[in-house]
């Protein structure tokens, strides 16, 4: 393997020639504003979260349907050995 590293040419730009500074494109026509960018992401993470609690809420509210429902049966069930006796 070190043998096929010693065949690869230098590359041709050195370390020292490339730009080690920032340097802004000028001319660019695609500018966003950094606080519209924040309050849209803020407005997309609490419309998220807000459908989120709403579909939990949704589901809770069936499922106490649900125990309430099989809580009655249960009671009739009860009643109706209780008087078989």
Do not use: C, N
């Not at 660019?28 to 609490?46: C, H, N, P, S």
């Not at 809770?60 to 349907?65: F, K, P």
């Not at 049966?73 to 009860?78: F, L, N, P, Q, W």
């Amino acid at each position: 393997m070190p043998a096929l590293l010693d065949a690869l040419p230098p590359p041709q730009d050195a370390p020292s020639d490339r730009s080690t500074t920032f340097q802004p494109v000028t001319g660019g026509a695609e500018q966003r504003d950094g606080m519209k960018l924040m309050v849209t992401a803020y407005a997309i993470v609490w419309l998220v979260l807000l459908g989120w609690v709403i579909m939990v809420w949704l589901r809770q509210r069936v499922l106490d349907d649900r125990i309430r429902e099989l809580s009655g049966t249960i009671d009739r069930i009860t009643k109706t050995r209780i008087h078989r006796l």
